[in-house]
């Protein structure tokens, strides 16, 4: 039943298709005669260097000289001493700088390879950054291990970092 409404609808589209091609094309010449042409504008050179020299003269006239760095530092209280200094905060590197690589469970403990800064190893739960490994930044605590979501947290600078494989 389905194959016969199937074919039949087919059937009714392949004839349309074929009756379309076997008819006549239409000509659609467009005629662009009847649009306006655009209206030449003769400017000479030196009518036009008057006209950019007034424009420019009563910009100028608008312009406020630029203040020194001394009158802008005085109208801030608060904030960097220096606005036009590099940042005094430097942006914490630590998700470019570790890379984990794996994760290892034994009887004991549970292991995480990584890769810091070039060096590849092993931490484990009570790894320190600084004190007990060199594979973390100074500081830097392990915090928790979670083999099942393979999540690695990490404690630095009072901030809980979440590293995934």
């Known amino acids: 039943m389905k194959y016969?409404?199937?074919s039949n609808y087919s059937f009714i589209i392949l004839s349309t298709i074929f009756l379309m091609?076997?008819?006549q094309k239409l000509?659609?010449?467009?005629?662009?005669?009847?649009?306006?042409k655009?209206?030449?504008?003769?400017?000479?050179?030196?009518?036009?260097?008057?006209?950019i020299n007034l424009k420019d003269k009563k910009y100028i006239s608008d312009l406020l000289p630029l203040e020194n760095k001394e009158q802008i530092l005085s109208k801030f209280k608060y904030g960097k001493v220096d606005?036009?200094?590099?940042?005094?905060?430097?942006?914490?590197?630590i998700y470019s700088d570790l890379k984990l690589t794996g994760?290892?469970?034994?009887?004991?403990?549970?292991?995480v390879f990584v890769n810091y800064l070039g060096n590849k190893g092993t931490i484990s739960e009570k790894s320190?950054?600084?004190?007990?490994?060199?594979?973390l930044p100074a500081g830097a605590k392990v915090i928790n291990i979670d083999l099942k979501s393979l999540e690695l947290t990490i404690n630095y600078e009072n901030e809980n970092f979440v590293f995934e494989l």
């Open 4 to 6: 016969i409404k199937f």
């Open 27 to 36: 000509n659609t010449d467009i005629d662009l005669s009847n649009l306006p």
């Open 103 to 111: 994760f290892l469970n034994t009887k004991n403990k549970k292991y």
């Open 21 to 23: 091609s076997c008819s």
């Open 38 to 51: 655009p209206k030449n504008l003769n400017i000479t050179q030196k009518e036009n260097n008057q006209l």
């Open 128 to 135: 320190i950054g600084g004190r007990n490994t060199n594979l």
């Open 83 to 93: 606005p036009f200094s590099e940042s005094e905060f430097q942006l914490n590197n």
